[in-house]
Every structure is written in structure tokens, then in C-alpha cells.
């Protein structure tokens, strides 16, 4: 028997969880109850669908890199444990039964816990994942691959996909060999209604931007067809097979476009034209983008079927509650409405289960990010990093270009002057001066990129510069907000350019310096560009030190993706800073910071406020 009591509790704390305020309170108070019989006689049922996405190996509310609970402006919370209480108190309100449980990838990379157990305490037979053990706990009915599945190679992928109790899902991820699909494309789960049996089918799909980024992990083992292209074949299998209702997790954004430009056929996301051009399709679970989508309706254009699509954030932040409402007539069930609205994970604690299942193996990460392994001169911050030289920047940039110099020192790339790119992959980077731990260096460069090295000319550093300063958005005052001069729009970006594609182009052997005038058009602001006090050579070579994700297309950056490649020892760019620290005991400013790019407007230095 349910305790009224119990009942109450759990619908107070959902409603308090409910991101969007009255409107979504009244949308959760006023959900129909499972199996409620309308005055038409037909029986109905309301299935729900909970999802998260993009969790990024984040379990606990814990900040490695600062070595605190996580905090951000808006008060958020993140990591399954936090998401599981708002899914197993969904599941007691609404029947366990009655509710399935999905996430659309995205999944063992992100966080030193992932990285632990990958490189440092790799799982195997005896070593489980975190994200295994968590998701277990959690009791998710199968999982989306996310591009980030990839990022730590096949091996350990299949190693985690065989610690888990539910199906990884991919359906648009073929042996490169023999054509058959490499993952498992779909999962039918039955669902026992009043009215007989529902079979709802699982379907994942995962951007085909992952030949691009992992390309080095993936080519000639795996290809990655189109979502929608694959989806006009998987959707009629799976209706055939059985299934009363297809429900998507789609790894590929909501807004339509591709960072990496027209390198692949297929675009990066693709959800929204997944829902319009493929008939059958019930919900889509979106991720990917990290963006927050209670409800969005799109307009299947064979059909005129509005198809449910939503996105809840990120790293557990929110989770996705989708209603289908259905009925049955004739022995054919038919999804009357269908509505979702998302929780949000900072009005719950964190779920006991999935923190026991983690704990151990969050301990052993703690104890490793903070070793101490050498010191920093001075303050390393990406405050301001998006619009004025940064000495944290310029330390990414010396470690990487110093690495290439040693690796070609021997062969014939040995006499090229060396350049390095990098990005600030967020604002929040503080490395305090004094002595630097594991986790100092992890802040200071997040992703788990490795480093190569490609020869490239002056005229496509130029391009390059060029391509990279369409970040800025135009101004033509001397002094502007930083919300009025970065992220600009573009085709490839329209919701705005992130910071990770605004490239610094640092040179090791000789100052290259220049300036960004946004008074100019895009194409034409990159002003007195020099190399080493002299006007840049446009035929002048050089070695150029870059990461796999830009190298590979990321970004859509000009000439790189097909430029020659002098090196490529695949070691993670991260480890190459830690390497270099525990090699040398410091982080010297001294040694590698430059001043070498502003901004101006009109040729006159732009002040940028925060």
C-alpha cells in the first residue's frame, strides 16, 4: 500500500523541482493520471519518459578543479547522483512500470574522474567504469552514444558498454569493414497496460562530426552515416519489428548547422530535421549542445505529426519528464498528446545508491588531481582571456609549441619555426600562483585533445587569424561591454560563436604579433601582422603546433584539415603540460608569456568591460 504521506512529499518535491515556474507546476499537478478511462470509453495510458544528456562523467556535485562542491551564478547542481533522486521520485509518482528511463550520450569524458579511469586506473574485467557503476544504480533502459564515447578509443568504449545493464545505443555507427552497424541500433521494451501490451522502441543516433574529432581513434574501423539518412531506414525496421512508439535519443543539436562546416555530408545537428523529414517518430531526447529545451514542437512534413523534442542541459543539471499520452483503438495505439517539462537537479540531494556505488573511486580521483607536482610564477586566469592576451593561454601554447620543437628536432621538419593555436575552453580558469597540483593543470586545459603538428604557410596563418576573428562581433566605439564584442553569429554558429573557436596563434622561435580591427569586415581585420618584427612572409613555412579536434575539422578552420602533418604522437595535450611541469618544477611567466594580439577599432586599442 502507498503511503498518502510518502505520495505528498514526493509530488511537493517535484513540484519544487520544476524548472519554468507556475506554468510548469500546473503542467506536472495537472498530468493525466495512468490509466485514466476518458468518456469516450477508449482506454488510455500515459507513458513517461525520463532522460538526462551530456553528462560528462560528472556523478557527484563536485568541482575537481578547484577541489570544492561545484557552484555556478545560477545555483545549479550537477552529476547523476543529484539526477537520480528527481528519476527514481518520477518513477514513484508516476509507476515504475510506466516510466523508461534514457540518456542521449555523451557520457565517460569530461571530469578527472573520467580521465582517471582511463589513463590512470583504466577499467577492465576487475575495474568498473563510474559511469557504469552509476547508471546501473540509476537503472536506465539503454543510453545514446555521444562523440565523446570516442574520445579514449573503441577498446575502452566496448569495455564500458559491456559493464553496463542496459543497451548502448547507435544506430548510425557501421563497421568500417564490413558495413554492418557496430552498435546496437534499437531496443524494443515492453510496457503491460490495462488495455494489453505497448511496445515502445529506443533508437539512438549520434553527430557524424565523430570522424572528424576522433578521427585517429575511429578511421578505418568505424563510419558514421547521416542521422536522418540512417533514420529513413531504422525507423520503418523498427515499426516493422513492433514497435508502437519510437522514441529518439538523437546526440546532435536542436539548431540546425555544423561547426565543421561542408568537411562531412552529413550535419552535425540534425534533431530538428530528423523530426520533420523521417514519419514515426514520437519524442526525440536531444543533446549535444548543451542547451535547456523544456518542450519544443516540430512539424513532420509527410505526416503532420508534431513530434515532441527536448533538451535538459547538461551534466545532470535537469532531467527531460516526456508524457505520451496514448490510446488504443482497434488494436493500434496512437499517441494522442504528448507534453515534457524538465526538473531541475539543485532542489533535490544527491541519490545514497549512486554515491556508494562512486564514492571509492571519487576518493582515489580527489587524492590524484591533487598532487603537487610544481609551481606557477604568477596567476593563470581566462577571465578576459576571450578579448585580451593571456599569459594562461600563452602557457598552453608554449608547453605545446615547445613539445613539436623537441619532436621534429630530428627529422627534416627539424629547421621550420614553430606556431601553436589555442583557445580559452572557458572564462573560469584561476590557477593561483604558488604551487600547482594534477587538478591546476586538468582547469588549465579541460578537453582531452592530443597534440600534432602540421606545416603550414604564411598566407594560411593568415587565413587562419582571419577565420578565428569572426568570433568578434563588429564595433565602432573604443570602449564596448564584452557581451557586445564576442560570440558573434555566424552560419556555421547562430546562436552565437563559443569561445572554444577563438583561437590565439602564439610563435615559439619569434614573436608573432597582430592586431584585430572590428571596425572592419570579417575577412579583413587582421592588421599589421608581423613574425619576428618583420612583415609576415606569406610564403614563409612553419610547423604549427594544434590539437586533434581543430586539426581534424573542428571549427572549420582554413587549409588544416588537409595541410601535411610533420607529427602525431597522439598524447593527450593536458598530459604534456603536466609533463612539462614535473620536468622543469615550474611555470615560469617569465619564460613564455607575450604580448602579441589586441584588439583595436579603427586602428585605435579597443577597451573591453565585463
Known amino acids: 500500500m502507498t503511503d498518502p504521506k510518502s505520495s505528498l512529499s514526493r509530488r511537493a518535491m517535484l513540484t519544487a523541482a520544476l524548472v519554468?515556474?507556475?506554468?510548469?507546476?500546473?503542467?506536472?499537478a495537472g498530468a493525466p493520471a495512468v490509466h485514466a478511462a476518458p468518456a469516450s470509453g477508449r482506454?488510455?495510458?500515459?507513458?513517461?519518459v525520463l532522460g538526462t544528456t551530456d553528462l560528462h562523467n560528472n556523478v557527484f556535485n563536485w568541482d575537481y578543479f578547484k577541489n570544492v562542491p561545484y557552484a555556478d551564478k545560477a545555483g545549479n547542481k550537477i552529476g547523476i547522483a543529484q539526477a537520480a533522486t528527481l528519476i527514481k521520485a518520477m518513477r514513484a509518482e508516476r509507476g515504475a512500470a510506466n516510466t523508461i528511463t534514457i540518456d542521449a550520450g555523451d557520457t565517460i569524458q569530461g571530469t578527472p574522474l573520467a580521465y582517471y579511469f582511463a589513463k590512470i586506473n583504466p577499467i577492465s574485467a576487475s575495474v568498473k567504469h563510474p559511469m557504469a557503476l552509476a547508471m546501473n544504480a540509476v537503472g536506465y533502459d539503454a543510453v545514446g552514444l555521444g562523440n565523446h564515447e570516442f574520445n579514449y578509443g573503441?577498446?575502452?568504449?566496448?569495455?564500458?558498454?559491456?559493464?553496463?545493464?542496459?543497451?548502448?545505443l547507435g544506430a548510425n555507427v557501421h563497421d568500417s569493414v564490413t558495413g554492418q552497424r557496430a552498435f546496437t541500433p534499437y531496443v524494443l521494451k515492453r510496457v503491460k497496460t490495462d488495455n494489453g501490451w505497448?511496445?515502445?522502441?529506443?533508437v539512438g543516433f549520434v553527430t557524424p562530426g565523430c570522424a572528424l574529432w576522433d578521427r585517429d581513434n575511429v578511421q578505418g574501423k568505424l563510419d558514421f552515416n547521416g542521422i536522418v539518412e540512417e533514420a529513413k531506414t531504422v525507423i520503418p525496421e523498427m515499426k516493422a519489428a513492433g514497435a508502437d512508439v519510437v522514441i529518439v535519443t538523437s546526440h546532435s543539436g536542436a539548431t540546425p548547422g555544423s561547426s565543421y562546416g561542408d568537411a562531412l555530408p552529413f550535419p552535425e545537428n540534425a534533431s530538428t530535421q530528423l523530426a520533420e523529414e523521417v514519419p514515426g517518430i514520437d519524442a526525440i531526447l536531444v543533446g549535444h549542445a548543451h542547451l535547456e529545451i523544456p518542450?519544443?514542437?516540430v512539424t513532420n512534413k509527410a505526416t503532420g505529426k508534431q513530434v515532441l523534442l527536448t533538451e535538459p542541459l547538461k551534466w545532470g543539471m535537469r532531467v527531460s519528464v516526456m508524457d505520451l499520452e496514448l490510446a488504443k483503438d482497434k488494436g493500434q495505439w496512437t499517441v494522442t498528446a504528448a507534453h515534457s517539462l524538465l526538473?531541475?537537479?539543485?532542489t533535490v540531494d544527491a541519490d545514497?545508491?549512486?554515491v556508494?556505488?562512486?564514492?571509492?573511486?571519487?576518493e582515489a580521483t580527489v587524492k590524484y588531481v591533487n598532487q603537487v607536482i610544481g609551481t606557477s610564477t604568477a596567476a593563470l586566469t581566462t577571465a578576459t582571456a576571450c578579448w585580451e592576451d593571456s599569459a594562461a593561454i600563452d602557457a598552453i601554447n608554449f608547453v605545446q609549441a615547445s613539445t613539436i620543437k623537441a619532436e621534429l628536432s630530428n627529422g627534416p621538419a627539424a629547421g621550420l619555426p614553430v606556431l601553436s593555436i589555442a583557445a580559452a575552453f572557458s572564462r573560469s580558469v584561476d590557477v593561483k600562483a604558488g604551487p600547482l597540483t594534477i587538478r591546476d593543470v586538468a582547469g588549465l586545459y579541460i578537453f582531452d585533445n592530443t597534440l600534432l603538428s602540421i606545416k603550414v604557410t604564411g598566407a594560411q596563418v593568415k587565413a587562419y587569424l582571419e577565420w578565428s576573428a569572426q568570433y568578434f562581433k563588429p564595433v565602432f566605439s573604443t570602449t564596448a561591454r564584452a557581451a557586445d564584442v564576442t560570440n558573434a553569429a555566424t552560419a556555421m554558429a547562430p546562436g552565437g560563436t563559443p569561445d572554444y573557436n577563438y583561437d590565439v596563434v602564439y610563435g615559439l622561435d619569434a614573436p608573432l604579433d597582430y592586431e584585430i580591427d572590428l571596425a572592419k569586415p570579417v575577412g579583413e581585420r587582421i592588421t599589421g601582422l608581423t613574425y619576428g618584427s618583420a612583415a609576415l612572409r606569406m610564403d614563409q613555412e612553419f610547423a604549427l603546433a594544434i590539437n586533434n579536434y581543430r586539426q581534424s575539422g573542428g571549427g572549420s578552420f582554413p587549409a588544416v584539415k588537409t595541410a601535411p602533418v610533420l607529427s602525431n604522437s597522439q598524447q593527450e595535450i593536458r598530459q604534456r603540460i603536466i609533463d612539462y611541469v614535473v620536468a622543469h618544477g615550474t611555470l615560469d611567466v617569465a619564460v613564455f608569456s607575450q604580448d602579441n594580439w589586441r584588439l583595436t577599432v579603427n586602428g585605435e586599442a579597443l577597451t573591453v568591460t565585463p
Do not use: C, N, Y
Not at 482506454?43 to 513517461?48: D, G, N, S, V
Not at 573503441?154 to 548502448?168: A, M, Y
Not at 526538473?343 to 539543485?346: F, G, I, N, R, S
Open 20 to 28: 519554468g515556474g507556475s506554468a510548469a507546476a500546473g503542467a506536472l
Open 43 to 48: 482506454k488510455r495510458f500515459t507513458l513517461t
Open 154 to 168: 573503441i577498446p575502452l568504449l566496448r569495455t564500458w558498454e559491456s559493464q553496463l545493464d542496459f543497451p548502448l
Open 198 to 202: 505497448l511496445t515502445v522502441g529506443l
Open 295 to 297: 518542450e519544443r514542437f
Open 343 to 346: 526538473l531541475d537537479a539543485k
Open 352 to 354: 545514497p545508491a549512486v
Open 356 to 362: 556508494r556505488a562512486v564514492q571509492s573511486g571519487h
